[in-house]
């Protein structure tokens, strides 16, 4: 079998496509999760602590770094926590979402789990004549 076949027959595996699947809905998911926190969750939060923009919280460390733009200039060091905690937010909803989903398939595969296995044909036939013998 040459490599291009086995590539194929790889790729075309269930799990595999499933895998791409989930894979590209969890990066779309997460960003309307990230669209949602710093639009719609962070500006109210921000507004209550009295006009807080959330990405804009830095704190300046001494020193200087160059520019990646224009390397002549020179920028101030800055550590952005407004950002962490909005990827934070970010993460504890995406986090949320995954445990809730968890939970609603464990729950799914118990109930198939505790469906009764329906009897096989030579228990059928077995159940027949053992009723056919009592009567």
Known sequence: MSIVQE?????LRGNVVDLAVGVIIGAAFGKVVASFVS????????????GVDFSD???????????PKDPTQMLPVKLKYGAFIQAMIDFLIIAAC????????N???KKEAEAPVPPT??????AEIRDSLKK
């Open 98 to 105: 995954l445990f809730g989903m968890i939970q609603v398939m």
């Open 39 to 50: 639009d719609m969750i962070m500006p109210p939060i921000g507004w209550a602590l009295g």
């Open 7 to 11: 590539f194929k027959k790889f790729i």
């Open 57 to 67: 919280l830095a704190v300046d460390l001494p020193g200087k770094m160059k520019d």
């Open 107 to 109: 729950r799914l595969k």
């Open 121 to 126: 044909t030579s228990e059928k036939l077995l």
